[in-house]
Nanobody, 115 residues
């Protein structure tokens, strides 16, 4: 059974940066598309960025040019570098396969952007 453990969240001022990490367990990590998702309070979870097994990336319009997704298949880890953070980026961030799979969501990591 695959498990994801997200880390790297915290409180940051507007304009600041954070780097999130997602460590995966299980086999065959490298062959799957992966995604970073987020869920703000009272809102539905949304896809923020995705990355193919070969490293091709795609971003939501709201984060394009500010966020960068990457992966290290040897470490079974996916990263999300977040720059120029805005208050509207405040949310719990999760990783999952893309498309997402029910039952493998982790606890997420909380990102709060506030002065």
């Amino acid at each position: 059974q695959v498990q994801f453990v997200e880390s790297g969240g915290g409180l940051v001022q507007p304009g600041g940066s954070l780097r999130l990490s997602c460590a995966a367990s299980g086999n065959s990590f490298s062959i799957y598309f992966m995604g970073w998702y987020r869920q703000a309070s009272g809102q539905q979870r949304e896809l923020v960025a995705r990355i193919s097994s070969r490293g091709s990336t795609n971003y939501a319009e709201s984060v394009k040019g500010r966020f960068t997704i990457s992966r290290d298949n040897a470490k079974k880890t996916v990263y999300l570098q977040m720059n120029s953070l805005k208050p509207e980026d405040t949310a719990v961030y999760y990783c999952n396969f893309y498309p997402d799979r029910v039952g493998v969501w982790g606890q997420g990591t909380l990102v709060t952007v506030s002065s």
